[in-house]
């Protein structure tokens, strides 16, 4: 029998996240792959963050942060993996503050927006036991993408009418 252990639903809370997060999936299937891999990050943020550009242009950017402080890496600092539904992923690497940015630069092993999220926690091992990210070809991309793409986008029409 396989225990699915999901550090980002805890009970009672199941479901409470997930309104007004489009891709919360694809943040619970990240999450399910770090914790495969022993390496469940110390802060998680997803969120839709509402972007004013001009007076009447808005963007919606839906993003999920993973943060690694240096107490939970084998390396000098911490590290950070991000995402948006329109750029992918990029990683940095934090001084021994998780404010301290050293270095920040686009996953470019990853080139699936919705790269897989196995392929993500491969990522995110050699991020946080060696600070440095793996040298693979990722080209994988996650079976439930096009749902979530479809929820980003139903997202996006109805705050167009709004």
Do not use: C
């Not at 809370?13 to 891999?37: I, M």
């Not at 509402?50 to 390396?75: F, N």
């Not at 001084?95 to 270095?103: A, E, F, I, K, R």
């Amino acid at each position: 029998m396989e225990v699915k252990l999901v550090l980002l639903d805890p009970p009672g809370w199941h479901g409470l996240w997930s309104q007004g997060l489009p891709h919360w999936s694809y943040v619970q299937a990240v999450d399910q792959a770090l914790t495969d891999r022993a390496i469940p990050p110390g802060i998680v943020r997803a969120d839709v963050a509402l972007r004013t550009y001009h007076q009447t242009d808005r963007q919606d950017t839906i993003y999920m942060t993973l943060i690694w402080d240096v107490s939970r890496t084998g390396a000098r600092g911490g590290g950070r993996l991000t995402w948006d539904d329109d750029t992918g992923w990029s990683y940095a690497k934090l001084g021994p503050s998780t404010h301290d940015v050293l270095l920040e630069a686009p996953v470019t092993p990853l080139h699936r927006v919705f790269a897989d999220p196995g392929d993500v926690a491969e990522v995110a091992d050699g991020l946080v036991r060696h600070w440095r990210t793996s040298d693979g070809d990722y080209g994988t991309e996650w079976d439930e993408a096009s749902g979530v793409r479809n929820a980003i986008e139903a997202l996006r029409r109805a705050r167009v009418t709004e």
